[in-house]
């Protein structure tokens, strides 16, 4: 859903970034996004339909200026995928770009499995966390 979001912003921002998708396990590898995801995108104006999820692998941390982790976990697992010290320091919390998030909940909860509700809170939070991000990023029109 991040990156969904993420495209968008950028695309009305008529910014030059690459944004890509991608998980840190090969659970859903070759799949299209969670349905009730797609849903929640849906109901707010975005399109999730079109994503084919892929894992993150030492690799890509070249092609990427920044790495953006939605839980403590995930951040945690990149920083240990990454091939060096200067690969790590580009790993970061998404919601640590949410001007309104508490210091101690900066976790996007995954909503995998739950109900409409849990998807449309992470949808939330997902989206102020990158609105964030979208103004910290250099104009690159």
């Keep these: 859903m991040a990156a969904v979001v993420m495209r968008q ?33 849906g109901r707010r104006g975005y399109d999730g339909s079109t994503h084919v999820a892929r894992q993150f692998g030492a690799t890509d941390f070249a092609d990427y ?9 995930n951040v945690t697992d990149l920083r240990r995928l990454a091939p060096d010290e200067e690969q790590a320091s580009k790993v970061v919390l998404l919601r640590d770009f949410d001007p309104h998030a508490a210091a ?3 976790d996007v909860p995954d909503p995998y499995g739950g109900p409409d509700d849990d998807f449309n809170h ?7 966390a990158c609105k964030g ?9």
Excluded at 21 to 38: D, K
């Design 9 to 41: 912003l950028v695309a009305e921002g008529g910014l030059d970034v690459q944004v890509d998708s991608a998980g840190t396990g090969s659970w859903h590898i070759g799949r299209g996004a969670n349905p009730p995801a797609v849903s929640a995108l």
């Design 65 to 73: 200026d920044i790495v953006i982790g939605l839980d403590r976990h």
């Design 104 to 106: 101690g909940d900066r």
């Design 122 to 128: 992470a949808l939330d939070l997902v989206t102020a």
């Design 133 to 141: 991000l979208l103004n910290t990023l250099p104009s690159r029109r």
